[in-house]
């Protein structure tokens, strides 16, 4: 089969109009973010998919997005094994050496991870099989309607920021106040953000919601800590 050269002829047209049109615009902003290095204030986690653009949704400029997408969006949990863990090295070093603020999880309405949580994924492909039980607890015991599947995919959002908190590093800058977690659930077909909030347990428009989104720590009390609050007690 002959390769695409449409395709690769109109890639290099775009990067040669980067470099020509756009980048002259921004040229002094990198400049100082050469010579300072990057101090982005946010790990942004979001899913793969192309119909996610973290840019575009929040205005954000080059260096203040420190970015790890995967399928799903979803964080494996931190359990003490040192192996191959890419979204896990990421969210170590935007907390341990960028000293990142934020942490946003964002998912998706219509997300093809959740879905195929109902509906199975592409034979052949182990490793998206395996990677896909990072959300497995989200899942409802019902028929996958679309109500069904966006409750399902806000429930992933609160898993994966209750599984941040198994970081020992995400746990101690969250309870030092230095950090705060921020759950996201961007409906496509609204252009809206849809934020957590863990005090109603419930998923906010952006355009009504009164923070950009909190979750799951809360302060424990002295004596005993309670174990944390499971996306199915918070009611998403
Ligand atoms: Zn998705």
Known sequence: MAPDT???????????RFHEHTFPGIEAQYRDLVADGQHPHTLFIGCSDSRVVPYLLT???PGELFMV??????????????GLHGTTAAIEY????????RI??????????IRALYFGGPAGALNLQAWLELGREAVLPVQPTPEALRR??????????????????????TEAG?????????VLEAGEVHVFDVDTGRF????????????????????????????????V
Do not use: K
Request: proline share 9%; net charge neutral; hydrophobic share 45%.
């Open 6 to 16: 449409a395709i690769g002829d109109e890639l290099l047209t775009r990067l040669r």
């Open 59 to 61: 205005g954000a400029s």
């Open 69 to 82: 997408r995967n399928v799903g969006a979803f964080v494996p949990p931190h359990d003490g094994s040192a």
């Open 94 to 101: 935007a907390v341990l050496a960028l000293g990142v603020s």
């Open 104 to 113: 946003i999880v964002c998912g998706h309405s219509h997300c093809g991870a």
């Open 152 to 173: 399902t995919e806000q429930r992933a959002v609160v898993l994966q920021l209750e599984r941040l908190m198994s970081f020992p590093m995400v746990r101690a800058a």
């Open 178 to 186: 230095t950090l705060t977690l921020h759950g996201w659930h961007f």
């Open 204 to 235: 906010v428009p952006a355009s009504l919601a009164t923070h950009s989104g909190s979750g799951p720590y809360q302060p424990a009390p002295v004596d005993e800590a309670p174990p944390p609050a499971s996306a199915a007690q918070l009611g």
